[in-house]
């Protein structure tokens, strides 16, 4: 916490915004306004601010946190156990995701590239149509040469 500091005497209002902050023990106040703080307390007005900063650190000291039950502390780990499961399953989901969405940016690439790179040529050689197969011609008029054997 940054504190300002002050190069001359403490005021009222600086203390006690000191004493909210820090508390009645001095010690534990920033070193560059310890100084000017011991001067300010000897005052009536310091001493009474440290005293109305000393019933609220004793009111404080005083409060206790009991520990949680076991209901509670096991209820508390099962809670965590679930988000850490769901969080794996969901890096586990966007790690399929991104692989899909590589090989597909590989496949647009690829796709793009033999675009690219083979125009196509006009080609001197017979282009098959429905009926054709690699064999020859297997339309209604084609000769039955070979079927005939």
Do not use: C
């Amino acid at each position: 916490m940054a504190e300002k500091t002050t190069a001359g005497p403490m005021d009222a209002a600086r203390f006690a915004a000191l004493a909210d902050a820090y508390g009645s023990a001095l010690h534990r106040w920033p070193r560059a306004e310890q100084a000017a703080a011991v001067r300010f307390a000897e005052t009536e007005e310091g001493h009474a601010i440290l005293r109305r900063a000393g019933r609220l650190d004793a009111l404080l000291d005083r409060q206790r946190v009991e520990a949680p039950s076991p209901t509670l502390y096991g209820a508390i780990v099962a809670r965590a156990a679930t988000e850490v499961r769901q969080v794996r399953r969901r890096r586990f989901w966007w790690l399929g995701f991104g692989l899909a969405g590589v090989g597909l940016a590989g496949a647009v690439a690829g796709l793009a590239l033999v675009t690219v790179v083979n125009p196509d040529i006009q080609s001197d050689h017979y282009v098959m149509d429905a009926n054709a197969t690699s064999f020859g011609d297997a339309g209604p008029d084609a000769d039955q040469t070979e079927e005939d054997l």
